[in-house]
C-alpha cells in the first residue's frame, strides 16, 4: 500500500525513494529498503516481502539541500535510548546551520548534510523541560524541535506503533489526511464509512488507488498521532499572531498533481482559473489555444474558455520521459526536451498558436518546444506563462538555488521572447496568481490564509536563511 502511494508521488521526486515498516511489537528494528531510482525499478516482490509490519512511512525524493547520493535517500531511521525513530520529511529547514552546530555541540555526529537527519537527531534528546519517567514524549520532542525549527516541513516520524505527521506553523509545504475504507465504500459519505485505517501523504492523489478518500488537511502547526486506535490531535504549535500562514503557490502553479486538494479545492481547478484570469490579463487573436503538456494544460483550458478560442492539442508527450523541472543538471533537462515531446503537424500547419505553460524557470524548455513546432507548420507562436516570473530562490524545498539560473532575472518578457523565438511572451501577474487560486477555494479565516510567493516576489514569510549567498 505503501509502495502504491509512491508511485502516486513519483512527480514530486525521481532520484530516490524508501520505505521503512514496523511490526508494531517492538521498538528495537524496523524493516528497511531504500536506494536510488524510480519506485518501480526499487520495490520489486523480493523487496516487497521482506517490508513485513502493519504500519510503516515511506519517501520519494528529488534533492534540495543535500547531494543526490545514496547516503541522503530516506527515510532516515535512527537508533534512540527508546529504541529506532524513522523520519521522512518534505522541505528543507531556513536554519539549518544553527541546528547542525547545536546538534554537533551535544557530541552526536552526522553522517550526511541532509537537514533531515539533522531533523532525526533533534528529536532523540528530550527537552529539559519534560518529564520522561514513563518513557519517551514524542509530542513533547516534536513540539521542541519545532519551536527550533519555524519552517520548512512536512514530517511522518514513527516509533515502534505510533506514526506522528506533522506540518510547520506556516503551512508551507502540503500534508493531508486519509482514510481507508471498505473496497466497497463507493463514493459514500466518508463520515459513514468505517476505517480500516489511517494515511497521511503530502497529495491527495493517491488515496483512491489504495482504497483511501480525502479527509482534510493537517493544520499548520498541527501534530495528528496516528495508532490502532485511530488518529487525534495531540498539539497545535502556533506562528506568531503577526504572521501569516505562508503555504507555497507554486505547488499550485507546478509541483503538484492536478487531482490534489488543497484548501478544499483541486489543483486542476486551481490552475483553470490562473488560465482564465491569464487571458483577462493578456488577450490575444489566434487560431488555437494549446499547452505545453501535462502541468499547462489546465491553463489552456481556462485561457480557451475565457477567450472563446478553441482548445486543440499541438504535442504529443512521451510519458516515459521524467519531468525535466527536477532532473539534477541542465544538461539532462535539456536533453530530456529532446526525447520529451513530438508535435502533432496536422494541427499546426498554417496556424497562430497560443501555448500555455505554467512557468518558466531556467528557460531551457520553451526554445525547442517553439521550434519544433514552427518547424511543423506553425505560422506564429505566442507564449503565455500561467504565473508571474521566477526572480527569487527558494531555500524551502524547491530546487531554485541561484538568482543567476532564473532566466527572468536576465531578460524582461519581450527580451525573452526574442530569445526563445516567439511572437510574443506574457506572464500572469502575481495579483493575478493569488486571486486565482482563491477564486474556488473552500471559505476560510482571511486570517489564517496566505501563501508564500517569495520566489516571485523576494518576500520570504521566515526572513532570509542563514548564509545564505546570492
Request: charged content about 20%; aromatic content about 6%; overall charge neutral.
Amino acid at each position: 500500500m505503501i509502495c502504491l502511494g509512491l508511485v502516486a508521488l513519483q512527480h514530486r521526486g525521481q532520484e530516490s525513494a524508501g520505505i521503512v515498516t514496523s511490526l508494531g511489537k517492538s521498538s528495537k528494528n524496523f524493516s528497511v529498503h531504500k536506494g536510488m531510482g524510480m519506485i518501480n525499478n526499487l520495490f520489486n516482490d523480493e523487496a516487497i516481502r521482506k517490508l513485513k509490519g502493519n504500519l510503516g512511512i515511506g519517501h520519494t525524493r528529488y534533492s534540495t539541500a543535500a547531494a543526490s547520493e545514496v547516503v541522503n535517500c530516506q527515510p532516515f531511521v535512527v537508533h534512540t535510548a527508546h529504541g529506532a525513530l524513522a523520519i521522512a520529511h518534505n522541505g528543507e529547514l531556513v536554519n539549518c546551520e544553527s541546528l547542525r552546530r547545536e546538534v554537533l555541540e551535544r557530541g552526536v555526529g552526522l553522517s550526511t548534510h541532509s537537514d533531515s537527519e539533522l531533523i532525526a537527531q533533534s528529536l532523540c534528546c528530550a527537552p529539559e523541560d519534560v518529564s520522561e519517567h514513563d518513557g519517551p514524549n514524542w509530542p513533547a520532542r516534536i513540539r521542541h524541535f519545532m519551536t527550533l525549527a519555524p519552517l520548512s516541513y512536512s514530517l511522518v516520524v514513527m516509533h515502534k506503533d505510533k506514526i506522528y505527521a506533522v506540518r510547520d506553523s506556516y503551512g508551507n509545504r502540503p500534508l493531508c489526511l486519509g482514510k481507508i475504507v471498505p473496497v466497497d465504500a463507493g463514493h459514500a459519505n466518508i463520515n459513514d464509512q468505517l476505517a480500516e485505517g489511517w494515511v497521511v501523504s503530502s497529495e491527495s492523489c493517491g488515496f483512491l488507488s489504495i482504497g483511501a478518500r480525502y479527509v482534510r488537511e493537517v493544520e499548520p502547526g498541527e501534530i495528528i498521532e496516528l495508532s490502532r486506535n485511530g488518529y487525534r490531535t495531540v498539539d497545535i504549535v502556533e506562528r506568531p499572531d503577526y504572521k501569516r500562514m505562508a503555504f507555497c503557490i507554486f505547488e499550485y502553479v507546478y509541483f503538484a498533481r492536478s487531482d490534489s486538494m488543497f484548501e478544499g479545492q483541486m489543483v486542476y481547478s486551481a490552475r483553470l482559473q490562473c488560465g482564465r484570469q491569464l487571458a483577462r490579463e493578456s488577450p490575444l487573436d489566434a487560431d488555437l489555444v494549446s499547452s505545453v503538456p501535462e502541468s499547462g494544460t489546465a491553463a489552456a483550458h481556462g485561457y480557451a474558455r475565457e477567450s472563446g478560442l478553441p482548445f486543440g492539442e499541438v504535442l504529443c508527450k512521451n510519458r516515459y520521459v521524467g519531468r525535466t523541472f527536477i532532473q539534477p543538471s541542465t544538461r539532462l533537462r535539456q536533453l530530456g526536451v529532446a526525447k520529451k515531446f513530438g508535435a502533432l503537424a496536422q494541427n499546426v500547419e498554417g496556424k497562430r498558436i497560443v501555448l500555455v505553460d505554467d512557468s518558466i524557470v531556467r528557460g531551457n524548455t520553451i526554445g525547442p518546444i517553439i521550434k519544433l513546432l514552427r518547424d511543423a507548420g506553425a505560422t506564429e507562436v505566442h507564449i503565455r506563462i500561467a504565473s508571474p516570473p521566477l526572480q527569487y530562490p527558494c531555500y524551502m524545498g524547491i530546487n531554485i538555488p541561484t538568482r543567476e539560473e532564473l532566466i527572468a532575472n536576465k531578460l524582461n518578457a519581450d527580451q525573452l521572447a526574442d530569445h526563445v523565438g516567439a511572437d510574443s511572451l506574457a506572464y500572469l501577474s502575481v495579483e493575478g496568481l493569488v486571486k486565482a487560486v482563491q477564486m474556488n477555494k473552500a471559505h476560510v479565516n482571511p486570517l489564517k490564509a496566505g501563501y508564500c510567493t517569495a520566489c516571485l516576489t523576494g518576500e520570504y514569510p521566515g526572513g532570509l536563511p542563514e548564509e545564505l549567498s546570492w
